[in-house]
C-alpha cells in the first residue's frame, strides 16, 4: 500500500509539470536558437545519433505501448524551419527534444506504475488479503479453538488446584490452631501443677520452720533448764564445800588446840 501510494503521488507530480512544459519547451528553444551555430557543426554525428535514437525508441514503443508524445514534433520542425533552421537542423533539434523528454519519462515512469498495473496490484493484494482472512478463520476454528479447549482445561486445572491448595491452608490452618491450643492447655496445666508444687514446697517450708523454730524453743528451754540445775547443783556443791571445808577447819583447830594443851 505504501508503494502504491508513493506511485501515486509520483503519478500526480508526472502530470503537474507536464501542463508546465510549454514553458519549459519556449526556453529550451531559446537556448537552441542560440546555440544553432554550434548544432550545424555536428549535424552530421547528431543525425547518425538522431537515427539510432528513432530505433530504439520505436522499439520502445513497441514495448511500451501506452507511451505518447507530449508536443506536436511537426509543428515544431515547421516552427523551426520559419525561424532560420534547415530540416536537417531542425529534425535534429525535435530528435534531441524527443530524447531529453523520454529520458525525463524514463526517470518518471522508473518510479510509476499505471492504472491497470495498479489495479492488478490492488486485486492481488486484495486477494492475499482474503487468503488471511481466509487462514484467520480456519486457523480460529482449528488451531484456536484447540487452544482455546486447552486454555480452559488448563484455567479448570489450575481451579482445582486453587481449591487443592486452599483446603490444604485451612486444614494447616485448623491443624496448627488446634495443635496451638492443645499446647496452650498443656502449658497451662504444667503452670498450674508447677504453682500447686510451689504452693505445697512453700507450705512444708512453713510447717519445717515452724517446726524448727519449736524445736530451737524446746532446746532453748531445755538448755536453759540443765543450766539452772547446773547452777542449783554448783551451788548446792559450794555450800556441802564450805561445810565440809568449815569443818575440816574446826577440826584441825581442835586438834591444834589439844596438842598445845597437851604440851602446855
Same mark, same amino acid.
Given at each position: ?32 536558437? *542560440? ?73 518518471? *515512469?522508473?518510479?510509476?506504475? %499505471? ?5 492488478? %496490484? ?68 504444667? *503452670? ?10 512453700? %507450705? ?27 547452777? %542449783? ?32
Amino acid at each position: 500500500w505504501t508503494s502504491l501510494k508513493l506511485r501515486t503521488l509520483c503519478f500526480e507530480r508526472h502530470h503537474q509539470e507536464s501542463e508546465s512544459q510549454p514553458a519549459e519547451w519556449e526556453r529550451v528553444f531559446a537556448n537552441y536558437i *542560440y546555440d544553432k551555430e554550434l548544432l550545424s557543426l555536428s549535424a552530421g554525428s547528431l543525425q547518425l545519433e538522431h537515427r539510432r535514437d528513432l530505433e530504439h525508441k520505436r522499439r520502445d514503443f513497441t514495448s511500451y505501448g501506452n507511451r505518447k508524445l507530449y508536443f506536436d514534433t511537426h509543428a515544431l520542425v515547421c516552427l523551426l524551419e520559419e525561424n532560420g533552421f534547415t530540416t536537417q537542423q531542425a529534425e535534429i533539434t525535435v530528435s534531441a527534444l524527443v530524447k531529453i523528454t523520454d529520458a525525463n519519462m524514463d526517470i518518471v *515512469y522508473k518510479d510509476m506504475v %499505471t492504472k491497470m498495473q495498479q489495479e492488478i %496490484t490492488v486485486q492481488q493484494i486484495m486477494s492475499q488479503i482474503a487468503n488471511v482472512k481466509k487462514d484467520m478463520i480456519i486457523l480460529e476454528k482449528s488451531e484456536f479453538s484447540a487452544l482455546r479447549a486447552e486454555n480452559e482445561k488448563i484455567n479448570v486445572e489450575l481451579h482445582r488446584l486453587k481449591q487443592q491448595i486452599m483446603d490444604e491452608v485451612v486444614k494447616v490452618r485448623t491443624d496448627t490452631k488446634l495443635d496451638f491450643n492443645l499446647e496452650k492447655s498443656r502449658v497451662k496445666e504444667l *503452670y498450674s501443677l508447677n504453682e500447686r508444687k510451689l504452693l505445697e514446697m512453700r %507450705t512444708e517450708m512453713v510447717a519445717l520452720h515452724a517446726q524448727q523454730d519449736r524445736a530451737v524453743t524446746q532446746t532453748d528451754r531445755k538448755i536453759d533448764t540443765e543450766v539452772a540445775g547446773l547452777k %542449783t547443783m554448783l551451788e548446792s556443791h559450794k555450800l556441802d564445800n564450805i561445810k565440809y571445808l568449815a569443818g575440816s577447819v574446826f577440826t584441825c583447830l581442835t586438834v591444834a588446840l589439844g596438842f598445845y594443851r597437851l604440851w602446855i
